[in-house]
């Protein structure tokens, strides 16, 4: 599985609002290029890189669907924190990651 940019600039172009993993407080995206999408919450501003986007569709790789997207951002959170490029500070990444997987229909 691979990951179209094209798709997800047109999809955020617009800047809609995505809902969260959890609650009802929306994400609202901010800005969208060719490196990363940017979300703004009432109390935090953030972007997950295109980078990480791939990274995180490469891990889904062809298996069936992870029951939920809260289950693949502790999936994604699990590899950041053991894997090749582990990041040892607290990072929103998991969690955007598996937002925009979800609002794209990668994920449940």
Do not use: H
Not at 21 to 44: H, M
Not at 90 to 105: E, F, Q, T
């Amino acid at each position: 599985m691979k990951l179209d940019w094209t798709t997800v600039r047109a999809r955020y172009e617009q800047f809609p609002a995505v809902q969260p993993l959890r609650g009802q407080s929306a994400l609202q995206i901010v800005d969208v290029d060719d490196e990363q999408v940017c979300f703004k919450q009432r109390l935090w501003r953030d972007c997950v890189s295109r980078a990480a986007l791939e990274t995180a569709v490469s891990l889904l790789g062809d298996r069936s669907l992870p029951a939920n997207a809260i289950e693949f951002a502790e999936e994604l959170r699990v590899y950041y924190a053991t894997g090749p490029n582990a990041i040892t500070d607290c990072s929103r990444i998991p969690n955007l990651s598996a937002v925009i997987l979800k609002d794209l229909g990668y994920l449940a």
